[in-house]
């Protein structure tokens, strides 16, 4: 029943976003009632906890590449599998990345912790410092490239927003 819940809470917060993210309207999503919601997570802010933590274990789960490549293939597969999942999953990376959670009264720690968690694999490989600056740089980019859409900035020149994205990292990892 948890799975089936937090199932419909991915489909509320992927099809109409963050906002939407009720008891009625994922328990409306998952089949169920919304006594089922009270009943596995307590209340809205649990929900929302189970369903944030789902989102960083498929997020981790998805991005961590695997070991034994050199450095820098490990951390451009990781940096460009972010990217992947933050544009597929808009709404839910903007919920693990951005959505201000003491709204839901959620500590930042557990915002702290994901992130952490998320830049584990490429921490091994160039350090925990520059794997937050690369994630810093990575999440720019997408900021960026969400809100010109499928325009192409002039500073990019006639590049892709993914080779523009790869330049970038590229030479992020340079220095």
């Keep these: 029943m948890r799975d089936r819940l937090i199932a419909g809470a991915r489909?509320?917060?992927?099809?109409?976003?963050?906002?939407?993210?009720?008891?009625?309207?994922?328990a409306t999503a998952a089949g169920r009632s919304t006594m089922c919601v009270y009943t596995k997570f307590g209340n809205r802010r649990g929900m929302i906890e189970a369903v944030y933590e789902a989102l960083v274990e498929d997020l981790v789960a998805e991005v961590t590449p695997p070991t034994g490549r050199r450095p820098?293939?490990?951390?451009?597969?990781?940096?460009?599998?972010l990217r992947d999942w933050s544009m597929r999953y808009h709404e839910p990376y903007r919920l693990v990345f951005d959505y201000p959670l003491d709204q839901f009264e959620i500590s930042d720690d557990v915002r702290i912790d994901a992130i952490d968690r998320v830049v584990a694999a490429p921490a091994e490989q160039v350090g925990p410092e520059r794997a937050r600056r690369i994630l810093a740089t990575c999440h720019g980019l997408f900021t960026l490239e969400r809100a010109y859409g499928t325009r192409k900035p002039a500073w990019s020149g006639s590049s892709s927003w993914q080779t523009y994205y790869q330049s970038t990292l590229l030479d992020l990892l340079k220095t």
């Excluded at 489909?11 to 994922?26: A, E, Y």
């Excluded at 820098?72 to 599998?81: F, G, I, N, S, Y």
């Design 11 to 26: 489909d509320v917060l992927q099809s109409t976003g963050i906002t939407d993210l009720t008891v009625r309207k994922v």
């Design 72 to 81: 820098t293939a490990l951390v451009e597969d990781w940096a460009l599998a």
